[in-house]
């Protein structure tokens, strides 16, 4: 099993620009999320997925979108990117949601974005 | 609001001590919290999962604390090795939507 993985692992936007970050996970999860991760703020939710064609908020969904078509894909979307949005992407899945007992998150590798 | 605070935010020991890493939460009301190992330039690792029932988890030479009274829960690492020189983040779990981490602890281990 490959578990979670993220495409691209680099990638360098100019203000403006729209581009598409795709997690894949093959652990048939239910649940997928989408964090970013700055210097010393930790990792904060941006969106999650309870299930194959559904998406809620975070913490901080602002300038970002997401799409969960296939069970085993979650895009996250940057329409018109910024400089505030540079940052590093992980992807996340667990079996069941946060509130239950087997909730393990396991995360991706990230994909580390530069918006000039 | 729920705050995770993870003290110190780097610390530096010799190679074959114990010790302990800490995370503190504001709200006590949580369903579970999780330990992570981050390498540099990579993802998350999971050490340990603590459920809200449960005091503690054991994993080799980790072992994880969890008072939801107090607020705190602790890593301990036994012997420790330069290869848990890595950063530890701690994530509490209260609800679907708020998965909050700490800023993590940067661990450096001395040969």
Known sequence: NAGVTQTPKFRVLKTGQSMTLLCAQDMNHEYMYWYRQDPGMGLRLIHYSVGEGTTAKGEVPDGYNVSRLKKQNFLLGLESAAP????VYFCASSRQGATLSYNEQFFGPGTRLTVL | K???TQIPAALSVPEGENLVLNCSFTDSAIYNLQWFRQDPGKGLTSLLLIQSSQREQTSGR?????DKSSGRSTLYIAASQPGDSATYLCAVYSSASKIIFGSGTRLSIRP
């Open chain 2, 62 to 66: 980790l072992n994880a604390s969890l």
């Open chain 1, 84 to 87: 505030s949005q540079t940052s």
């Open chain 2, 2 to 4: 729920q705050e995770v």
